[in-house]
Nanobody
Framework: QVQLVESGGGVVQAGGSLRLSCAAS????????MGWYRQAPGNQRELVAT???????NYVDSVKGRFTISSDNAKNTVYLEMGSLKPEDTAVYYC??????????WGQGLQVTVSS
């Protein structure tokens, strides 16, 4: 069973920064892509950023220029650097690993709270 262990959430003031980490129990290059999602209260889970096995990166428009996704294959870890945080970035953030024919594997979720 694939395990994704997230760390780095917390409370930060608007304009501040946080770095989220997601350590996988298997080689991250075995997945088609890794990603970060978030879900705010009352909202659906939304995709924030993805990075493919070939390092193709995509972001949701609302975080472009503020968030950076990266990976370290040697550590089997994916990161989400979040800068210029806004109160509307407040959500539970989930790490995900996707494998064709198997679907998404999920981390336990991290609370990120941005105070105004």
């Amino acid at each position: 069973q694939v395990q994704l262990v997230e760390s780095g959430g917390g409370v930060v003031q608007a304009g501040g920064s946080l770095r989220l980490s997601c350590a996988a129990s298997e080689s991250i290059s075995s997945f088609n892509f890794m990603g970060w999602y978030r879900q705010a209260p009352g909202n659906q889970r939304e995709l924030v950023a993805t990075i493919t096995r070939g390092d193709i990166i995509n972001y949701v428009d609302s975080v472009k220029g503020r968030f950076t996704i990266s990976s370290d294959n040697a550590k089997n870890t994916v990161y989400l650097e979040m800068g210029s945080l806004k109160p509307e970035d407040t959500a539970v953030y989930y790490c995900s690993a996707y494998r064709f024919n198997f679907g998404n594997y999920w981390g336990q979720g991290l609370q990120v709270t941005v105070s105004s």
